[in-house]
């Protein structure tokens, strides 16, 4: 029950945040980006394989841009971050 109203909370805390204007965005999103991967890791050991997969998948469709300018920025460049 604990696991289901974390991500519920996870959730809608994405929520308000993607609605905060882009200069908000960053502490609460690298927090949500950070906290992702844990709650990933407790679906997989609650339920199974499947279900991670799933939740990789929404977190992966959620958060596509922070991933991609840090996958960017692992390669060396300096891509240009929005105003």
Do not use: D
């Amino acid at each position: 029950m604990m696991l289901l109203w974390a991500c519920i909370a996870w959730v809608f805390a994405s929520a308000v945040v993607a609605m905060l204007p882009m200069r908000h965005q960053y502490v609460p999103g690298v927090a949500l980006l950070i906290a992702a991967p844990v709650l990933i890791f407790w679906v997989g050991t609650s339920f199974s394989w499947w279900a991670a997969a799933l939740a990789l998948f929404a977190f992966v469709s959620m958060y596509r841009n922070p991933l991609r300018y840090l996958a960017a920025r692992a390669r060396g460049q300096r891509p240009e971050i929005p105003k």
